[in-house]
T-cell receptor, first 111, second 114 residues
Framework: GDSVTQMEGPVTLSEEAFLTINCTYT??????LFWYVQYPGEGLQLLLK?????DKGSNKGFEATYRKETTSFHLEKGSVQVSDSAVYFC??????????FGKGTRLSVIA | DSGVTQTPKHLITATGQRVTLRCSPR?????VYWYQQSLDQGLQFLIQ???????AKGNILERFSAQQFPDLHSELNLSSLELGDSALYFC?????????????FGQGTRLTVV
């Protein structure tokens, strides 16, 4: 079945550092890909999405590109802030199926 | 605020008991999804309802059941609770039945079984 694998955390960065969180997927067909963020004590929020190959999703300085050839959707941000500390989930949907999530990567940004 | 409301926020109960978790979707959303989030399993899809009908089933135990009512709110019933059922239970809603489920999540119900 469909699955998502993302890098294990926790990831600890200093403020203004560059962030990459790796995500690869296995799916039949052409899934849509998502990044969700979960701030402490809150539910998941959609951060960005991409629906087809080579699409780039972006939001709040984060971006990710749908790479069909490497089945990847890595999350990047050029300069992280303390307020970016959260758990990040990569997810996919095959169209007829609900979201399938990775296990999440906890990011801690220190001042 | 996602517009999805879950109650209660916290629940502590004993093994063997039964609890009901409630979810009110965003206005206009017909799909409701239930997910379980635990430390070791991550986010696991349990079940989806669309406009009152069961649409998809995931890793939901037989001790668990759900339903969606005519006003579109949904309840997740957990019975014969075990320590391992302790987790965060999220509800999400979406306007879509299939296609691109950009689900909006509630804040979750933290269930602790003692």
């Amino acid at each position: 079945g469909d699955s998502v694998t993302q890098m294990e955390g926790p990831v600890t960065l200093s403020e203004e550092a560059f962030l990459t969180i790796n995500c690869t997927y296995t799916a039949t067909g052409y899934p849509s890909l998502f990044w969700y963020v979960q701030y402490p004590g809150e539910g998941l929020q959609l951060l960005l999405k991409a629906t087809k190959a080579d699409d780039k999703g972006s939001n709040k300085g984060f971006e990710a590109t749908y790479r069909k050839e490497t089945t990847s959707f890595h999350l990047e941000k050029g300069s992280v802030q303390v307020s970016d500390s959260a758990v990040y989930f990569c997810a996919l949907s095959g169209g007829n199926t609900p979201l399938v999530f990775g296990k999440g990567t906890r990011l801690s940004v220190i001042a | 605020d996602s517009g999805v409301t879950q109650t209660p926020k916290h629940l502590i109960t004993a093994t063997g008991q039964r609890v009901t978790l409630r979810c009110s979707p965003r206005s206009g959303d017909l799909s409701v999804y239930w997910y379980q989030q635990s430390l070791d399993q991550g986010l696991q899809f349990l079940i989806q309802y669309y406009n009152g009908e069961e649409r998809a089933k995931g890793n939901i135990l037989e001790r668990f059941s759900a339903q969606q009512f005519p006003d579109l709110h949904s309840e997740l019933n957990l019975s014969s609770l075990e320590l391992g059922d302790s987790a965060l239970y999220f509800c999400a809603s979406s306007v879509h039945e299939v296609g691109l489920p950009e689900a909006f999540f509630g804040q979750g119900t933290r269930l602790t079984v003692v």
